[in-house]
């Protein structure tokens, strides 16, 4: 079974590599769209319905704003990095990120253990064991993000309505022309 | 070791966005960090052979011990599902960010960019 996680996963960094490392925007925007769809497939095997529709959703807007964005562009393969001294010493301060924080990892416990039921009394355990009586839906799911934690999705809705209201006003044309002559 | 690969995964976001010039190749590295860490916090909930958080008939028949010591942690979905969706509207906010830098100098490189006054 864990044969699939590893093989979703190797699949989401090639992915990655490519979409990072292409010339052409356009090959880019389609890998990002492969990555979505893996992690989407990776969700479903993690035993995460919810999510794994919510992320398909999500993905086919994403591209199609990505998509958007470098469509009927000029120069849309602008390559070369920055000054090599500079990428080399990024890449070298990432590489160690990374080892310091495989060190990290190992103080988790083991993939697959459940970690929310070894320690007594966790939020998870109350959700699962009385959200059934005390909010009646059968989803848990569900029954977090629209009962236990509501104010967290209310919270939500507000950031995505803010972030349309700045797209919105970024991408206004009236408010251009008002700049350039305020008459 | 899943973890780790989520974590290479992350540091690959990190280097598209610090290194590369074109401004969407920063946007798309942003984009992979975001698939990363919804990745790794589903992972942590994670039990093998466990079940969806979703209960059926035939567990109701069964009992509810047995769901509760086979679901997988409902919390992290939950919280990821919140995220999936906002990470929707910032990347329609810094796409609307790079179109218009590309309408006002006609390049989505960021070293050709220099006159950003107030």
Do not use: H, W
Request: hydrophobic share 55%.
């Amino acid at each position: 079974m864990t044969i699939i996680f590893y093989i979703l996963l190797l699949f989401i960094i090639i992915a990655a590599i490519i979409a990072v490392e292409t010339r052409y925007l356009l090959s880019a925007v389609i890998c990002v769209g492969a990555i979505g769809f893996g992690a989407s497939l990776m969700f479903l095997f993690l035993r995460a319905p919810d999510i794994a529709i919510t992320q398909i959703v999500v993905e086919v807007l994403g591209l199609i704003i990505l998509i958007r964005a470098c469509l009927s562009r000029e120069l849309t393969f602008i390559s070369g990095d920055r000054e090599f001294f500079a990428v080399v010493v990024s890449a070298v301060i990432i590489f160690a990120i990374f080892l310091a924080g495989i060190k990290v990892l190992d103080t988790l416990p083991d993939f697959g253990t459940a970690i929310f039921a070894e320690v007594p009394d966790t939020a998870s355990q109350t959700y699962i064991g009385e959200g059934l009586e005390k909010t009646g839906a059968a989803n848990i799911v569900a029954s977090v993000i629209l009962d236990f934690r509501a104010y967290d999705t209310l919270g939500e809705a507000t950031v995505l309505f803010t972030s349309i209201i700045g797209a919105t006003v970024i991408l206004r044309k009236k408010s251009k022309k008002l700049l350039e002559d305020p008459e | 070791m899943p973890y780790a690969l989520c974590f290479l995964l992350f540091m690959i976001g990190l280097y598209c966005a610090v290194v590369k010039k074109n401004m969407v190749k920063i946007v798309i590295g942003i984009m992979v960090m975001e698939y990363a860490v919804n990745l790794f916090l589903i992972m942590l909930g994670y039990r093998f052979g466990g079940v969806a958080p979703i209960i059926d008939k035939g567990q109701l028949e069964a009992g509810m011990e047995q769901f509760i010591s086979s679901s997988v942690d409902p919390l992290p979905q939950a919280l990821v599902l919140t995220a999936i969706v906002i990470s929707l509207g910032s990347l329609a906010l810094m796409i609307s960010i790079c179109i218009r830098t590309y309408e006002k100098y006609g390049t989505f490189d960021i070293t050709q960019i220099r006159r950003l006054k107030g």
